[in-house]
């Protein structure tokens, strides 16, 4: 097999893997955030660590508007056709050319909530939630159609799946309205994975880049053929084989982003990436519980992914 045949089998099939793959995501400057720099960087990263597949970054950001500050402001989130997302759909075009018949070639999807947050604070969106919900929820409804323009023009250009984030779930995210996420949030990610859903290879990434997580129950029904999340839950940690059982799909995960593999030197990566190795399920893709830091050591990534593909039980 090559990479993207064992990548594709870890998602759909139940034989053995000839080894186990591997793959971690860094954010490239802003020289390299569209065009010919972005699809230039993408594969030098690529070919430089090893990995085992081609994750795309978003760095487009999202469409320019005036700070909402009352609940009315929901109504007027700009609305983006394809067009505007060209620069994205452009680097993907230009990655799935080069690599696809070598890898599985993903991008990077973040959730409603995640591109709301970018036009009001959460104190904010939580007190225009309290106050005029369908404001918010018109709002929300604006941005998933915008994120579907994403989505469609990706695929239109032959991308295999998605890494789609999602956040809002965390603990204590609202206060008091631990019921915000449910009726309101997740409704808008799961509008988004049904365009999509039924890919080649998608990635649920339950993000805590901004908090940690209580509970990992509302997210069990998520569509997405592997599960990336951090091991960490509430008072609980769990290993990588129960989050696997959890979840009922592949575990992609296994170390800390800002531990040892951002900081140590190659030697002790290594070493942690063999405990975390002994720690996985036979199937799984070794990865770290969300994007590392940008300054880490590409040499410390590679030492990590040939541990993995030299790993043996």
Same mark, same amino acid.
């Given at each position: 097999?090559?990479?993207?045949?064992?990548?594709?089998?870890?998602?759909?099939?139940?034989?053995?893997?000839p @080894?186990?793959?591997?793959?971690?995501?860094?954010?490239?400057?802003?020289?390299?955030?569209?065009?010919?720099?972005a699809?230039?960087?993408?594969?030098?990263?690529?070919?430089?660590?090893g #990995?085992?597949?081609?994750?795309?970054?978003?760095?487009?950001?999202?469409?320019?508007?005036?700070?909402?500050?009352?609940?009315?402001? &929901?109504?007027?989130?700009?609305?983006?056709?394809?067009?505007?997302?060209?620069?994205?759909?452009?680097?993907?075009?230009?990655?799935?050319?080069?690599?696809?018949?070598?890898?599985?070639?993903?991008?990077?999807?973040?959730?409603?909530f #995640?591109?709301a947050?970018?036009?009001?604070?959460?104190?904010?969106?939580?007190?225009?939630?309290?106050?005029?919900?369908?404001?918010?929820?018109?709002?929300?409804?604006?941005?998933?159609?915008?994120?579907?323009?994403?989505?469609?023009?990706?695929? $239109?250009?032959?991308?295999?799946?998605?890494?789609?984030?999602?956040?809002?779930?965390?603990?204590?995210?609202?206060?008091?309205?631990?019921?915000?996420?449910?009726?309101?949030?997740?409704?808008?990610?799961?509008?988004? &994975?049904?365009?999509?859903?039924?890919?080649?290879?998608?990635?649920?990434?339950?993000?805590?880049?901004?908090?940690? @997580?209580?509970?990992?129950?509302?997210?069990?029904? @998520?569509?997405?053929?592997?599960?990336?999340?951090?091991?960490?839950?509430?008072?609980?940690?769990?290993?990588?084989?129960? /989050?696997?059982? #959890?979840?009922?799909?592949?575990? #992609?995960?296994?170390?800390?982003?800002?531990?040892?593999? /951002?900081?140590g030197?190659?030697?002790?990566?290594?070493?942690? /990436?063999?405990? $975390?190795?002994?720690?996985?399920?036979?199937?799984?893709?070794?990865?770290?519980?969300?994007?590392?830091? /940008?300054?880490?050591? &590409?040499?410390?990534?590679?030492?990590?992914?040939?541990?993995?593909?030299? @790993?043996?039980?």
């Open positions: 097999m090559n990479k993207r045949e064992t990548v594709l089998s870890l998602a759909h099939g139940s034989d053995p893997l @080894y186990v793959p591997a793959a971690f995501f860094l954010h490239f400057g802003p020289a390299y955030h569209a065009a010919a720099p699809i230039a960087r993408h594969l030098e990263y690529f070919q430089a660590t #990995m085992d597949l081609v994750k795309i970054q978003y760095e487009q950001g999202v469409p320019s508007a005036p700070l909402i500050e009352r609940p009315e402001d &929901w109504f007027k989130v700009p609305v983006v056709d394809r067009s505007w997302f060209e620069p994205t759909i452009r680097t993907v075009e230009g990655l799935v050319k080069a690599a696809k018949r070598e890898a599985v070639v993903i991008v990077t999807l973040y959730s409603p #995640m591109w947050k970018h036009l009001a604070d959460v104190p904010t969106l939580t007190r225009h939630l309290e106050e005029n919900p369908e404001a918010v929820q018109q709002g929300l409804e604006i941005i998933v159609a915008n994120i579907l323009q994403l989505v469609r023009g990706c695929q $239109a250009a032959g991308v295999d799946g998605f890494y789609a984030s999602t956040q809002g779930g965390e603990a204590g995210r609202f206060g008091g309205h631990t019921d915000f996420f449910e009726r309101y949030l997740k409704p808008a990610d799961l509008a988004v &994975w049904d365009a999509f859903k039924d890919g080649p290879f998608n990635v649920l990434h339950v993000c805590d880049y901004d908090r940690p @997580y209580d509970d990992y129950t509302p997210f069990l029904d @998520y569509p997405g053929h592997l599960v990336n999340c951090a091991l960490h839950v509430g008072a609980r940690d769990l290993t990588p084989g129960e /989050a696997a059982t #959890m979840f009922k799909r592949p575990f #992609m995960g296994g170390l800390e982003r800002k531990g040892t593999l /951002a900081t030197s190659v030697a002790e990566v290594k070493v942690e /990436a063999e405990r $975390a190795l002994a720690a996985l399920p036979e199937r799984a893709l070794l990865a770290a519980d969300c994007t590392v830091p /940008a300054e880490t050591p &590409w040499d410390n990534l590679r030492a990590a992914i040939e541990t993995a593909h030299e @790993y043996r039980r």
